[in-house]
């Protein structure tokens, strides 16, 4: 029986997740779990995430959940969304937090919000690392980057099979990826400039949006998945 673990460390969408799977893949054994020999026992392993990415590294660790997702992105097809992506890279602005290094590059904010002035008090000016943070009318866009977005890829990959390019997915999210190799961006969309929201390399895919939110596109991508043969 095909087992996919899909990995609990107290952040998450994890229901979601589990059940759009379970729809896709009705023959498959899904389970939810925060251990770490059940996650190296699966065949395959998603690891979702939602909220701040200190804390989920922090959490990760609590549970010693760590060298299994390691080992995950190793040997086994890996699927990562949402901050199941940015842990992958090295680092993140978001707490200045380590991530699991396992791709190179960094996570990096949509916006700085309120950032601290000279002293203790803050200061209430916005700054925004790229031009082109404006809408076409001028105005500022919104961080975090929420809802409907087109997904456009750069790369044939077994998992956008039957998906159309520019399909719509599912975004929360105020950070994004900047990739260290060109070769790992698997698509982009655009909130002011082109981001990297999806990545592959090897046995490992992993989105910056929601597939489990997606409608037919999200589990379309989640049924290659339970599919896929790297």
Known sequence: MNTVAIVDYGMGNLR??????????PQARVL???DPAVVAAADRVV???QGAMPDCMR?????GLRPAVIAATQNKPFLGICIGLQMLFASSEEGDVAGLGVLPGRVRRFSFGITPASGHEPSLKLRFPHEQMVGPDGSRLKVPHMGWNEVNRAEPHALWEGIADASRFYFVH???VEAGEPSLVAAFSVHGFPFTCAVAKDNIFAV???PEKSAQSGL???GNFMRWKP
């Not at 959490?59 to 549970?63: N, T």
């Open 16 to 25: 979601s997740v589990a059940k759009a799977i379970e729809h896709v893949a």
């Open 47 to 49: 690891v979702p995430g």
């Open 220 to 222: 379309a991508l989640l």
């Open 174 to 176: 105020s950070y994004y």
């Open 59 to 63: 959490e990760l660790d609590a549970r």
């Open 32 to 34: 939810v779990t925060s």
């Open 208 to 210: 910056q949006f929601h």
